[in-house]
């Protein structure tokens, strides 16, 4: 997607929905012709084609660039890559030659430019500013880019990071929490031309919380403005935060980061979930010790919510059951603790629209620990992947791809890329509302896209790092690259 051109393509859309006109358009923007002194009838042709131009958006440095709180000096390193034409399942990208570029906005090109499929460009990010990752050309289909972060030790201890994103206009992100020494921090990323108004609203257990500090929040052109969540409120055990944007699009993560009295409770991002329904899933869920599942209504009404385990043998109910009521627009947390060690999905399925999430944390005792967050997301229903890039001096970090399949069996293609550019292929069976789990560690790069079956196959890298302090844990979900544009042609009718 062009990201400068969004803004456009929606208004041109919503002016065209006014005069009746409606255009469905897949992953980017289509081409829309009208001509002089002629009235539009019907869309005449509709034709596919590999995408030009592709773009996503990372969020920078999460804990710095909030007024009046002092910078943390934790850079991050970005890392990006188009995958590879075996991934692509038959995609023949632009035949012109492309790049793959990474900019720190609002300018500034961050390392050289990559023309190659299935290569890395990794880059370290230390000023509070977001980051421009764009394809173009023979390189724009099937990109994907990440942003991870190690602390070693010390109060700010973590292995954290998130995907870069195509940018929205609405997002229901999970996570925080109310414990002593918890900090939470919305990160919003406005990459294009003109500035995004936003209102964020906090809710909990009895539903919003209303304040005039999340409201009017000004999101600068190629900027991005941080706030602390505990300005709207900071007393929420469960907080889920809903995100709105007026005049374009934005990107959002929450930093959730975490002092336990005097040691490290741990830090991560907690990405959107993916957008309010009946069915949600969670893949790459790696419970060991606490654990929990947070639910959000979103609408007022009640919901009745029944949340189980798909693992490798198939669904479980949670221990307790698992069913529980929510009040409508408000949130419930369901322990997840008592489950056995493993690393599985979480399915959830309510009679009204819902939102959903997991946090699972790391720690021994008298010793600091780490947390990750892991978000419900849609379904793949193309290429989905994900650069494997150490970040800081990390070395021996685990990857650990977890795959679910929900509603029926699905084989799975799994495309590995090593640092050396050779290219592994694995093709995993995943049963009826199971979960799979493989290692990638040593990998630059995966690739997942399904094969055969009809389940919906979702996917998340787990990543572990070892140290004489203990473990270190992060997760990051595998969402869907932009393939394809289509161009819409309108017939004229002359007057």
């Known amino acids: 997607m062009n990201v400068s051109a969004s803004g456009l393509v929606r208004t041109s859309l919503v002016a065209l929905a006014g005069a009746g006109i409606v255009v469905a358009a897949t992953h980017s923007q289509g081409a829309l012709a009208l001509g002089s002194g002629a009235a539009a009838d019907r869309a005449d042709t ?51 030659a492309g790049k793959l570029s990474v900019t720190r906005m609002p300018s500034g090109a961050l390392g050289a430019p990559v023309t190659a499929r299935g290569a890395n460009l990794s880059v370290d990010q230390g000023t509070a500013a977001g980051v421009l990752v764009s394809g173009s050309e023979s390189m724009a289909a099937g990109v994907a880019a990440a942003q991870s972060w190690l602390v070693p030790s010390g109060d700010l201890r973590s292995l954290g990071g998130a995907p870069c994103s ?27 031309g003109n500035p995004v108004t936003v209102d964020a609203t906090l809710h909990g257990a009895d539903g919003p919380v209303s304040s005039p500090n999340g409201k009017d929040i000004v999101v600068p052109a190629h900027g991005r403005t941080s706030f602390l969540l505990d300005s709207i409120s900071g007393d929420l055990a469960n907080p889920v935060v809903h995100v709105v944007a007026e005049g374009g699009v934005i990107a959002a993560v929450v930093n959730d980061t975490w002092l336990d009295g005097t040691r490290a409770g741990g830090s991560d991002d907690a990405v959107p979930a993916a957008q309010p329904s009946r069915d949600q899933v969670i893949p790459a869920v790696s419970v060991t010790g606490r654990s929990v599942l947070r639910v959000a209504v979103p609408g007022g009404s009640e919901a009745v919510v029944q949340a189980r385990v798909l693992t490798a043998q198939g669904a479980r109910a949670l221990p307790g059951g698992g069913v529980i009521r929510i009040n409508g627009a408000a949130v419930r947390d369901i322990d997840l603790s008592k489950l056995p060690p493993s690393n599985v999905g979480i399915q959830v399925r309510a009679d009204v629209p819902v939102v959903a999430a997991a946090m699972v944390t790391r720690a021994n005792p008298a010793k600091p620990g780490d947390l990750a967050w892991a978000s419900s997301t849609p379904p793949i229903t193309g290429v989905a992947g994900l ?28 495309v590995t890329v090593d640092a050396k550019g050779v290219e592994t292929s694995r093709r995993p069976q995943v049963g009826v509302d199971a979960a799979s789990t493989i290692d990638v560690t040593g990998a630059a ?18 990543s572990l790092l070892h140290d004489d302090q203990g473990l270190l844990i992060s997760v990051t979900p595998l969402r869907d690259t932009v393939l394809r544009t289509t161009s819409v042609g309108l017939r004229e009718v002359t007057q």
């Not at 195509?166 to 294009?192: H, K, M, S």
């Not at 790069?445 to 787990?462: D, E, L, P, T, Y």
């Open 46 to 96: 509709a034709v596919t084609n590999p995408v030009r131009s592709s773009s996503l958006v990372c969020p920078g440095p999460e804990l710095k660039g909030i007024k009046g709180v002092d910078d943390a000096d934790v850079p991050v390193r970005v890392a990006a890559a188009a995958a590879p034409l075996r991934a692509l399942t038959g995609l023949q990208p632009a035949t012109a």
């Open 166 to 192: 195509q940018p929205g206009a609405e997002f229901w992100i999970l996570a925080g929490g109310g414990d002593p020494g918890r900090q939470e921090r919305l990160v919003l990323t406005n990459p294009g």
């Open 387 to 414: 650069p494997l890039v150490a970040p800081g001096t990390a070395t021996g970090v685990q990857r650990l791809l977890s795959l679910t399949s929900s509603g029926d069996t699905a084989g799975v293609e799994v």
């Open 445 to 462: 790069s995966v690739w997942v896209h399904r094969v055969s079956g009809n389940g919906q196959v979702r996917a998340g890298v787990i």
